[in-house]
């Protein structure tokens, strides 16, 4: 089926330091997605993203967080500066439109020492 | 904002048995259900979709929709150790148009 691709699979970075993860969306899909999710629990929406604009975000992406696909390259998070409550799975997701299956990709385990 | 609550958390099976996924959802506007199963150390892949109340077979899975009681299950017939693995329910559509997950069963197939 359908490969969304995460990199790195892990992460390690201090508290303060800034992180980019990268992902790699289905090639025809049109939305583009990031979630959280802690111990293999809850999958928390962060933000969706269509034509170059992020559509929704939760209160959980916070003003340290940003995102963006230039070119059609990868589409990233950006987090600067990190915090320790920044620690989790983070999941790129993608669609080929609104409403439509999300892809999710293997995900990159962030640890914020 | 729209809410996605899971029942049970977790769920032990026999191989070969029923497993029945419980999902309720709080806004009336909800068009769009989903089962998501995560196996560890994946993402999440779609395993079905429901939009119409009623019934929706694929293979040895059944969801069930009844929009009127915010209710949507999932049936698992024949269950086998593959299928274990964390189930999510995910909604969109109404008032949200992102995909809200509840916080998933961990169902656990013994052989």
């Known amino acids: 089926g359908p490969k969304v691709l995460q990199i790195p699979s892990h992460q390690i970075i201090d508290m303060g330091q800034m992180v980019t993860l990268n992902c790699d969306p289905v090639?025809?899909?049109?939305?583009f997605y990031w979630y959280k999710q802690i111990l293999g629990q809850q999958m928390e929406f962060l933000v969706n993203?269509?034509?170059?604009?992020?559509?929704?975000k939760s209160k959980l992406f916070k003003d340290q967080f940003s995102v963006e696909r230039p070119d059609g390259s990868y589409f990233t998070l950006k987090i600067q500066p990190t915090a320790l409550e920044d620690s989790a799975v983070y999941f790129c997701?993608?669609?080929?439109?609104?409403?439509?299956?999300?892809?999710f990709g293997a995900g990159t385990r962030l640890s914020v020492l | 904002q729209q809410k996605v609550q899971q029942s049970p958390e977790s769920l032990i099976v026999p191989e070969g048995g029923m497993a029945s996924l419980n999902c309720t959802f709080s806004?009336?506007?909800?068009?769009y259900f989903w089962w998501y199963r995560q196996h560890s150390g994946e993402g999440p892949k779609a395993l079905m979709?429901?939009?119409?109340?009623g019934d929706k077979k694929e293979g040895r899975f059944t969801a069930h929709l009844n929009k009127a009681s915010l209710h949507v299950s999932l049936h698992i017939k024949d269950s086998q150790p593959s299928d274990s693995a964390l189930y999510f329910c995910?909604?969109?559509?109404?008032?949200?148009?992102?995909?809200?997950f509840g916080k998933g069963t961990k169902l656990s197939v013994k052989s």
């Open positions: 806004d009336r506007n909800s068009q």
């Open positions: 995910a909604v969109s559509g109404g008032s949200n148009a992102k995909l809200t």
């Open positions: 993203f269509y034509n170059g604009k992020v559509m929704e």
């Open positions: 090639s025809n899909h049109l939305y």
């Open positions: 979709s429901i939009f119409s109340n």
């Open positions: 997701a993608s669609s080929l439109w609104s409403q439509n299956t999300l892809y």
